[in-house]
């Protein structure tokens, strides 16, 4: 039998086999996965690459023990001394992995390790974005799910949490896998997979972001209360799954801890335990911030997106109760879930007095969720067509206008904001590469002031060492890992006894080197501050780039003047052209490697 024939438009007949008789079949997510995915993996990888390091606590806490499990030194904080254990080393051990991979490669070296494990984290925080816009667009809607795409790839946040060596960076990949477990049910409730996410990102990574998953619980403990027996147990079985799959996790991670500290230790716990029992002040020891912190921090890092993320839940039960929608309780409380965890964690964090940008990096996620939720119900009122509402009135263009100009701008500013962070603060990723040339193994490289812009022993060649300097810095600063390794075994560092550590923040003499023993020395000078008549150098901080006799310029790179620049100058890229003001041009210091002249 001769198969089916049909017409194509110009009337011609053509077989349905032909590939310009078939019909492309639109995806139901809008756009396809793997273009979002090559979106979010394009934003990451910028970031991988020209991000700055925000916190000096990624510095010491993360990329300095990785350092010292890969190459056998490195900087020990507090934290890590076996007294306190605080730190989990599953989690350095999996970055390290990386990084020691990055050798068998073509032109290994210890910067290319440093820039290949954040390339590893751009792709695992790309997979976890993907993961979670897919579920957003399938459960909710295709449009919620562009808007989600947009709030991410464009903010300054994603630019600096995407790739962030830190446990709240880890966090917010499994707070996005955990969430997209809880929020799909297509096949059944995926309860024991979601505790498993959140009980991974809690546990290697940081304790309180397992909080996060408390809304989904309750949601899930809600509906089995209004379900028949049968569901019932069903729920009590799933979340039991996730409890046993929380405990493997914690022995798994308790048995790679004990390896290294020596002793048995639960290092989640204390790290809770030191942030909530402390009797010898805590977090609080490194400063404290208004109510208000987190609401300018975000502001920046994701303007209007920020401002639709607080009033997403406002505006979900206005619509509730003036639309028409024919939604049931179900449906209704699924979103109220949905919502909830960002203003949970937020109300959290804004109640505690130690607050840090990275805190938020778990919810970020949830923000943009939260945004796109706002976004989308903003346009089903704005885009109404009934002509007895004054919405319905304003031409169809000028609103499509609107919109179309009010997200322009958002993107205009996210970008903005990432370039002024890459201009401003990069210098520290690039003031050391002279060191190849110029440095030999065994020299030293020192700061004063500018301690916590040191990038990590990545950025020093081979067996060159980061060394401390007295300045006005009155805290506790890193002390060394021990390198014994005779009759000790691999990385007795992370076991041996340690002096000078303390919970306290109490400054300890033993961390400086005398000026002598520095090869070499970074400092930055402030040219506009320094010409003020009032000016007066520090008696432990004076300007070592002037200092001629001693010291001379190896490399020296701009680097923002911030006590001295504007607001909005500091926030925002503004170019460096005659016709800007003033007060709205950046003034510049200089960012130096010194070299001790002989």
Not at 104 to 109: A, C, G
Not at 128 to 146: A, D, E, F, H, K
Not at 148 to 166: K, M, R
Not at 315 to 333: I, Y
């Amino acid at each position: 039998m001769a198969p089916p024939r049909k017409k194509n438009e110009d009337g011609e007949f053509v077989h349905p086999s032909a590939s310009h008789a078939k019909k492309k079949k639109t995806s139901p997510y809008g756009i396809e996965p793997i273009s979002a995915f090559y979106l979010f993996l394009i934003a990451n990888s910028v970031a991988a690459l020209f991000a700055p390091i925000q916190d000096c606590d990624e510095t010491f806490n993360y990329w300095e023990p990785t350092h010292y499990l890969s190459h056998g030194y490195g900087l020990q904080t507090w934290e890590y001394s076996p007294d306190y254990a605080i730190r989990s080393w599953l989690y350095i051990g999996l970055h390290a992995i990386f990084g020691n991979l990055r050798r068998i490669f073509p032109r290994p070296s210890k910067v290319a390790e440093f820039y290949f494990v954040r390339l590893v984290l751009a792709f695992v925080c790309a997979l976890c974005q993907t993961l979670l816009w897919r579920v957003i667009s399938g459960t909710l809607n295709p449009r919620i799910g562009y808007f989600f795409i947009a709030a991410i790839i464009f903010s300054p946040g994603n630019f600096h949490s995407s790739t962030a060596y830190l446990p709240s960076s880890f966090a917010m990949y499994t707070v996005m896998l955990g969430t997209a477990a809880f929020m799909n049910w297509r096949g059944g409730l995926k309860t024991s997979q979601g505790m498993f996410w959140f009980a991974l990102g809690g546990v290697v990574g940081w304790p309180f972001a397992a909080a996060l998953c408390a809304p989904f619980l309750v949601e899930e403990g809600i509906l089995s209360l209004l379900s028949d027996k049968d569901r019932f147990i069903e729920a009590i079985i799933r979340v039991s799954r996730g409890v046993v799959a929380a405990l493997v996790i914690v022995a798994v991670d308790t048995a790679i801890n004990t390896f290294f500290y020596r002793k048995v230790e639960v290092v989640s716990w204390n790290i809770v335990k030191y942030n909530i029992f402390s009797s010898t002040g805590g977090p609080d020891l490194y400063g404290t911030e208004p109510w208000t912190f987190y609401f300018k921090n975000l502001l920046l890092n994701f303007n209007i997106w920020f401002i639709l993320a607080l009033g997403s839940l406002p505006l979900f039960l206005l619509h509730k109760t003036f639309s028409r929608s024919t939604q049931g309780f179900q449906s209704g409380l699924r979103t109220v879930v949905f919502l909830a965890p960002f203003y949970m964690w937020l109300t959290i964090f804004i109640l505690q007095p130690h607050k840090e940008e990275r805190f938020m990096y778990p919810a970020y996620p949830l923000l943009a969720l939260n945004a796109a939720i706002a976004l989308h119900i903003i346009l089903a009122a704005v885009g109404s067509s009934d002509p007895k509402t004054l919405v319905g009135m304003i031409p169809a263009r000028l609103k499509l206008f609107a919109v179309t100009l009010l997200l322009m701008a958002s993107i205009e500013v996210g970008l903005s904001r990432t370039w002024s962070l890459y201009s401003n603060y990069s210098a520290p990723l690039s003031v050391y590469q002279p060191l190849q040339d110029v440095g030999n193994p065994g020299d030293n490289v020192c700061f004063g002031k500018e301690w916590y812009r040191f990038p990590s022993s990545y950025f020093l060649p081979l067996n060159m060492k980061a060394k401390f300097i007295r300045s006005e810095f009155r805290g506790l600063l890193p002390g060394e890992f021990s390198e014994a390794r005779t009759g000790f075994g691999f990385w007795s560092g992370t076991w041996l006894p340690t002096s000078g550590m303390n919970d306290q923040n109490e400054e300890d003499l033993s961390k400086y080197v005398d000026q002598r023993a520095c090869n070499f020395l970074v400092d930055t000078q402030y040219p506009v501050q320094q010409g003020s008549p009032e000016w007066q150098p520090p008696p432990n901080e004076p300007d070592y780039i002037a200092d001629v006799e001693h010291w001379q310029e190896v490399k020296c790179v701009p680097f923002l003047d911030a006590a001295s620049t504007s607001f909005i100058a500091r926030t925002l890229w503004l170019p460096d052209l005659p016709f800007v003001p003033d007060n709205l041009r950046r003034k510049w210091g200089r960012h130096c490697l010194l070299r001790r002249k002989k």
